[in-house]
């Protein structure tokens, strides 16, 4: 497979906000050595930009990117790309909606995928984001398309643009690759915030017409018009 | 509404003091992402500038500032206001006293607005700056006065310069925007300590004199004359 | 009183290196906004050099150390000395073999003192550095002979270069300044790796003789010979 | 003893390696002023190459890195070697896989040190990274062969890179130097994921034969071929 020249500039466009997008993780504390990727979907294709395999944060570049069809085939770039493409193709497979992919380590949302229970919102901020709890994805074991599976089908049955899934950690989607970078940073940000408040006590649950009324005005007014 | 002449060199200057400001909240992680504000009263005027809704801490400049009335109308800039402005706005139409007022979502005040208690003064620092425990605002929803009322409501029974809105956060206030991002970035640090000492046993309290010797001498004796 | 010459150079040199010593204290995290200072003995002279009151770590210059005589007035410099000049002052007057006092608020030593509970010592490099535990000084108010009279009662009984002041924070000793902000340093690190065993189970004590043993070699083998 | 003509490009090439991994440490906040040590063995040689004792990690350079045999002799150099020498030496001489060693007094690491028990496997990184639980080593006194022989004797029993000595903090191999430091990074982190997960209830076991699964696949599949 070639990439045809329409969609040339497209994917390099991605590859460099890619890099950018990466520079995010460990800016924001969210991963340790080369753990963690980004990809987008090329709009209107069947494929992925994505980071390559154990690639260190020093050395990111476009050429650390590498592009797959939706099946997880390398189609572009001479590098092995992240072990968790399957799981990242496997939502853009099913989720037509989704146009970025987060997966990181995150430790607060680690600690919360190993006691297996979802985050409960409690917070304005995880209201205006998430919409309510961030959900608990199932254990799934990395090699085919199970932690996929897992991820879309508990996004599914949710407003939260945040997996946590069992013993492993948190998966993020967005519109683009960007919304999906920011529910990262988000997520990790609450999963801490809601470990403190459990720790000082009971935290107080935000009735669900308020978490409704939070998120619409969020999703809808919030940022530059 | 356009803005008088003899006005415009202290809003310009207010502007460019609340670039740097804003720009304390993320180096005192104070902040991810976009959250948090900074507002600043412009003196003898029913104005304030604040950060335009949705910035990014990279892209802060003084066109990022943008100029409101008291009723959290855009007078002057091209971008929307911060989200957080009506509850701002409501602290300066009902503190006269009020020259700044800041908005976090910092991750310890969070945790304890989610348990909803206020933090007791158990450390000298604290007595220093707050005089006493901060207090915690009531659940309000965004999009009228309920947030902004909440807040003066609490302070006005309190020496403390921070009040943490339950489920939500805390604001602090100051004679000047940077005495509020001082109160700002001193609250998540006590926050942060008594949560400690409260992981540890039962922290001792301060007697109540001890406690008004040192905000007395603290607000009165320290720094340069 | 006026400088002599004999100690112009001295001075000068000191002044020079508490402000690299004042930036160890943001950059290893003891410090937020304004707090904390460090001072040194002028040698053989009844005089001390320390950080002016409320002076910003941005703002850090040989300017901002001023010199009192031991009893805290001020000798040289055009701004006021630190509101814990007292207490530094009355370290040096009451324990010759200091020449370096640190002062901070760092968090986690914060948290034990609002507890009024010692650090026990169950790690070798508490051992090494403290030679057993962190010893709790009294609660003191600010403005008198208390808080210096609480820390050198305290550390007289012990070979820990550190106190925990109740409800107020450490205050670290050495036979330099250096050494001195190495023990703050050292002090925060303990004070958060003990919470933390705290937090997991019950942490094991190490005999005492493995104690001496350790703080024996530390203090006489480590390091450049 | 000389450095024959053939090694002293090799020791120039690990010196260099050295003073780059040396400060990976206090960058992935593993280390405090002037702790921790990395040291490599010479290949085909009965020599290491490690950091003198002491040193401050803003002065390190090639000079800074030393290079002892395998008994922790001095052979070239002109300071002291690391007073953690001796537990290298004991790990080269008695596990010839091993190429490179790692000692910090990581936070998370010494928590879990204080108290004495393994760190369970609870999350899939950590079966990647370790194949199973952190084990303990007991506790030993530095100045002859016991740290060693504990490191040894417990890793031998394990399939993980880390070992966390009692009362005492880390020890990480590595086929290499930087598979050490790698070690040594993803230790602290499953560290603070596990204990974070511990205060929030009862971590989840993962089964032996995912485990396993896991473990083989990352040490054989992940990276660039």
């Known amino acids: 497979m070639t990439i045809a020249g329409d969609v040339r500039a497209t994917i390099d466009?991605?590859?460099?906000?890619?890099?950018?997008?990466?520079?995010?993780?460990?800016?924001?504390?969210?991963?340790?050595w080369t753990a963690g990727n980004v990809s987008a979907r090329v709009p209107g294709r069947d494929l992925l930009v994505i980071k390559?395999?154990?690639?260190?944060?020093?050395?990111?570049?476009?050429?650390?990117m590498v592009v797959?069809?939706?099946?997880g085939n390398l189609v572009e770039g001479s590098r092995s790309p992240s072990s968790d493409t399957a799981a990242h193709a496997y939502v853009y497979r099913n989720m037509p909606e989704v146009g970025g992919v987060v997966h990181t380590h995150s430790t607060y949302a680690c600690a919360w995928s190993a006691i297996g229970l979802p985050v409960p919102c409690v917070l304005t901020m995880m209201a205006d984001e998430f919409g309510g709890e961030i959900p608990v994805g199932?254990?799934?074991?990395?090699?085919d398309d199970s932690i996929g599976r897992g991820i879309v089908e508990t996004l599914q049955h949710s407003r939260s643009r945040a997996v946590i899934m069992k013993n492993h950690g948190p998966f993020t989607i967005g519109r683009n690759a960007t919304e999906a970078v920011k529910a990262a940073v988000m997520c990790e940000e609450v999963c801490r915030a809601v470990f403190l408040a459990r720790q000082l006590g009971d935290p107080l649950p935000i009735a669900q017409q308020h978490i409704d009324s939070l998120f619409h005005r969020y999703q809808n007014v919030y940022g530059q018009g």
Chains 1, 2, 3, 4 share one sequence.
Do not use: C, K
């Open 13 to 32: 466009g991605l590859r460099a906000q890619l890099v950018v997008l990466h520079a995010e993780l460990p800016r924001n504390n969210l991963v340790v």
């Open 52 to 64: 390559s395999s154990g690639v260190s944060y020093d050395e990111l570049d476009a050429e650390a």
């Open 138 to 143: 199932p254990f799934a074991l990395i090699g």
């Open 68 to 71: 797959t069809d939706l099946d």
